[in-house]
């Protein structure tokens, strides 16, 4: 798979944020892979001090070392600037006009936060012990309402704006393991999981599988496979990204990120080319 000319990378983080390697380095390492895309996804600035992101004052660097790495593969392969652009209610949105300074080629949409009772800002995707603190500062322990929280997040995202791709999907699955915070076969999840997908449909956006939690030794993949084959089956354009953190991880995950789509009945996954988004077949293993 690692040398196939038929897979790409549009969610990668490098070192800007809080990737390792500067995007010449992942430009370099999708040469030498052999990708028929690349694209960088930083994390976007917020209006609340976060480590993880990228300053304001950071995006024209940004598009200064994109620009490097455009040279770097020497058109050996389309490179694309993205950012992976929060959605906090009310003050962060994966908008087209949010960062008006910085020409972008598409937009992730993603949700990091939730905030429960708390007045701050907690995360849903970090460490065991992060997510702990989250549960116990803004939901006293209450797993079903952190991510109702979350998944009404999306939803809203979804509702309100247009990202060109929906990032992990149900990434408060992450510390869930086998089911240590909540059932996620029970009724309540499926609905409001089932809700979150029709609203992907509806807002027409790309659904990426997720590889990211493979590397970080967690055995998740987003989406988990019903909710594939649900957005699958209402038409949902999929892509495979392995929101790579580092460039030798950039196609962590694929095989079973190919898998997956397989055993739902997906036949393409979409790339974005100088023309425009389309499809590759994903073909027989
Ligand atoms: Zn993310
Ligand atoms: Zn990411």
Redesign the pocket.
């Known amino acids: 798979m690692s040398t196939d000319r038929t897979v790409a990378n549009f969610h990668t983080h490098c070192y800007l944020c809080d990737g390792e390697g500067a995007p010449a380095d992942y430009a370099r390492a999708a040469v030498e892979r052999g990708l028929v895309a690349l694209g960088f996804s930083s994390h976007a600035p917020l209006p609340f001090p976060v480590d993880w992101v990228m300053t304001r004052g950071g995006l024209s660097r940004y598009s200064e070392e994109a620009a490097r790495a455009v040279r770097v593969v020497d058109g050996k392969l389309p490179v694309f600037v993205g950012l992976?652009i929060d959605y906090v209610p009310d003050l962060v949105a994966p908008d087209g006009d949010a960062f008006p300074e910085i020409e972008l080629d598409y937009i992730i949409g993603?949700v990091?936060f939730v905030r429960g009772d708390a007045d701050e800002y907690l995360t849903v995707?970090g460490p065991i012990d992060e997510f702990l603190e989250t549960l116990d500062r803004g939901f006293s322990g209450d797993a079903k309402a952190l991510v109702g929280e979350y998944l009404a997040n999306i939803r809203s995202m979804l509702t309100n704006y247009r990202p060109d791709v929906l990032?992990?999907i149900d990434v408060v699955r992450k510390n869930n393991g086998e089911d240590r915070f909540f059932d996620s076969s029970a009724r309540w999840y499926r609905s409001e999981m089932m809700s979150v997908v029709e609203a992907a449909a509806k807002n027409g956006c790309i659904v990426e599988v997720n590889t990211g939690a493979l590397a970080r030794g967690k055995n998740v993949i987003y989406p988990e496979r019903w909710v594939a084959r649900e957005l699958v089956s209402r038409g949902v354009r999929m892509m495979v990204n392995s929101?790579a953190h580092r460039p030798d991880r950039l196609t962590f995950g694929y095989e079973e990120a190919f898998a997956l789509l397989r055993s739902v009945g997906c036949r393409d996954h979409w790339i974005l080319t100088h023309s425009g988004w389309r499809s590759l077949p994903i073909g027989d293993e």
């Open positions: 992976e993603s990091h995707d990032g992990h929101d």
